[in-house]
């Protein structure tokens, strides 16, 4: 079955740096545009980093843009999310997902993992 696990969250203090990392099994990698989202507390769950399977374009919400950086290793089967200078409202839960058709309900979702950013 299709599974994708994050892994590199925690906790990091404000202006600070972390990299996570999805690891995909299941599907084509290669065949997925692949993306993050995240849920901060009392907050709706946004997507705030894409790239697609064709010629690596990448998007991102304004909230992110500047600091935080996606990739992919096709070679690997793994997405990678880079964020820089992270503020403390940058503090959620973060989701991999890949879909070959935009992000509605037939998109995959890993389980999610902390990103908290306090001093």
């Known amino acids: 079955q299709v599974q994708l696990v994050e892994s590199g969250g925690g906790l990091v203090q404000p202006g600070g740096s972390l990299r996570l990392s999805c690891a995909v099994s299941?599907?084509?990698?290669?065949?997925?545009?692949m993306g993050w989202s995240r849920q901060a507390p009392g907050k709706e769950r946004e997507l705030i980093a894409s790239?697609?399977?064709?010629?690596?374009?990448?998007n991102y919400a304004d909230s992110v843009k500047g600091r935080f950086t996606i990739s992919r290793d096709n070679a690997r089967n793994t997405v990678y999310l880079q964020m820089n200078s992270l503020k403390p409202a940058d503090t959620a839960v973060y989701y991999c997902?890949?879909?070959?058709?935009?992000?509605?309900?037939?998109?995959?979702w890993g389980q999610g993992a902390q990103v908290t950013v306090s001093s």
């Open positions: 997902g890949a879909t070959r058709a935009g992000w509605g309900p037939k998109a995959y």
């Open positions: 299941g599907l084509t990698f290669s065949g997925y545009a």
């Open positions: 790239i697609n399977n064709f010629n690596g374009s990448t």
